[in-house]
């Protein structure tokens, strides 16, 4: 699976943003999916993730009820809606797909495929 994110730029508090994840390959609706983010000095921090099966939703506590996460098997996309931006939520966003026909997991030791990453800056 290869995973190209795109969407970021510069927004001012309050705004929102929405990102997508393109992934390529036959079996992307049997992979779990999940968005990361990181900034310099920090280790990478789950942000939300959806399943494979059910499209379960989940959801770091920081972003709850601001952010949105999505797919579209038919389209081979997920997306990121993000609402309420603060200046914490600067970072870079990565899209990741866990391991084939696995729960999707908040760590991302269990996410076997990365995006190259798409940076958000949020002015305040």
């Known amino acids: 699976v290869q995973l190209q994110a795109s969407g970021g730029g510069l927004v001012q508090a309050g705004g929102s943003l929405r990102l997508s994840c393109a992934a390529s390959g036959r079996t992307f609706s049997s992979y779990g999916m999940g968005w990361f983010r990181q900034t310099p000095g920090k280790d990478r921090e789950f942000v939300a993730a959806?399943?494979?099966?059910?499209?379960?939703?989940y959801d770091a506590d920081s972003v709850k009820g601001r952010f949105t996460i999505s797919r579209d098997n038919a389209k081979n996309m997920v997306y990121l809606q993000m609402k309420s931006l603060k200046p914490e939520d600067t970072a870079v966003y990565y899209c990741?797909?866990?391991?084939?026909?696995?729960?999707?997991?908040?760590?991302?030791?269990?996410?076997?495929?990365w995006g190259q990453g798409t940076l958000v800056t949020v002015s305040s």
């Open positions: 959806i399943d494979w099966n059910k499209w379960s939703t």
């Open positions: 990741a797909a866990g391991s084939l026909m696995r729960p999707v997991s908040r760590s991302p030791l269990s996410y076997d495929y």
